[in-house]
Structures are given as structure tokens and as C-alpha cells.
């Protein structure tokens, strides 16, 4: 296995296609870090996007690759190493403890352990469930079970568990109108119950012509503002 040089500071990216990455690649300057690296097919490689892999024809720019950059542009003793385990249109339900999607991400993150030390879940999920008010309604306590199975199967109990906001642009979206905002007060709420959780806004975002996946230069933004809200969470941890 290729190993980078320093160790990683690792981040688990999870969730739909929002976090994978539906951004035009040609809309936006590539991004790149000589710090910064991904998980792919068990080795480590220099950072690129489209990151994910889950839907080759139609993966593009994410958060992720702007997140990483932010970070490692203030820390360069350290490595950032991303994990890219996202899929586009799932729902929650796929990434409960037991689902496929959830031990995939176990599994994926384990394997990666040898070069680094977790630091970090990324999260961005939630149009999937926002199409009906009962997954909406039972959405935090739902998402509350994967981030506690998450953090005691991968040891790391006050690992930051970052989510973003859905966007607002969903309101002009068919199946998701009705109930985007109702997840989106659940992903607040848990602000409160989960320790750790830092819930980053959408606010001003935009879509690239669908309703439903921001575009390119958002997800450049969104990617920064999961930076902050992960250097406030770890801040505030250290100042407790």
C-alpha cells in the first residue's frame, strides 16, 4: 500500500449524492494540495476530484476537496486523508448500523487506520428522506444511532460528526418540498442531544438547475464552512 509520508489526520466523507459530488468539473478551478490525500481501492493517493466513485459517469466537484484544502493550508506538519464513502440517492436507512452502506464505511476506515488517526465524520444526507414526513419526522433520532455506532466501532468516542444543512433550493423540488426543512430542524436539534455535532448552514447556496444538487462553486463554499465549523468544534472542545 502507497503510504503518504506524514501521518493523516483521516475524514470520513458519508452520506448521498450531495457529499459524493455532483458539481460541473469544468465550472471551477481544480483544487489540489501536495497535504492532502484520498482512499481509494485500499492505497492512498494524491487528492483529486471527482473523490467519489459511486456513480463514474456523473461524479464530480464535492465539499470534500475544499474542506481539506482549508485545513491543511493552516496545519503543514500535518496530512489531511479523506475516505470517500458516499452514494448518491440513498437513504438514511442504508447507513443504520448493520446496513451495507454503514460496515462499508466501518471497513473502508479501518483499513485506513494504519496511516492515520480519525479526526473527523462528514456527513450530508437527508433529500432521500425528506420525500416523507414520517423519515423526516424520526430523522435525528435515526441519524443519532448511526453516529454512536459509528464512533464506538471505530474507537474514537469524541470524534467531531459534522452534517450539513439540505438546501434551500429544495423548496422548488417536487418530491422534497414538502419536508426538507423538517430535517433540516432535526439536524439542528441534535446540536443539543449529540456531543460533538456541529450542524454547518446552506444558507445562500445554490443549485446547479435542478433543485436538488448545489453547484459547483457552493460546494466549494459549503466545503470551507465544514472547515470552520470543525476547527470551532475542536476549539470549543479544547477550551471545556
Known sequence: MKTPHKPLD????????NMAGRGPMNTVPALSHPNVWMFRDGEWLPAREPLH????????????????VTLASKESEKGVGLLPCAVGGTRLERWLPGADLYEHAVSVT??????????????????????EEELAESYGERLSRTIAGLRKELKVPDV?????????????????????????????????SVKRFGCVSAAELT?????????????????RRYAYEYERNVNTCCQL
Open 10 to 17: 483521516i475524514f470520513l466523507l458519508i452520506g448521498q449524492s
Open 53 to 68: 466513485t459511486d456513480k463514474p459517469d456523473i461524479a464530480g466537484v464535492g465539499l470534500g476537496m475544499s474542506f481539506a
Open 110 to 131: 479501518r483499513q485506513a487506520l494504519s496511516s492515520g488517526t480519525p479526526r473527523g465524520i462528514l456527513w450530508h444526507q437527508g433529500e432521500g428522506d425528506a420525500t
Open 160 to 192: 467531531p460528526f459534522l452534517a450539513g444543512e439540505l438546501g434551500y433550493f429544495l423548496s422548488g423540488h417536487e418530491s422534497c418540498s414538502r419536508f426538507f426543512r423538517v430535517v433540516n430542524q432535526q439536524l439542528h436539534a441534535l446540536e443539543d
Open 207 to 223: 443549485d446547479h438547475g435542478d433543485s436538488l444538487h448545489f453547484d459547483s462553486a457552493s460546494l466549494r463554499e459549503f466545503g
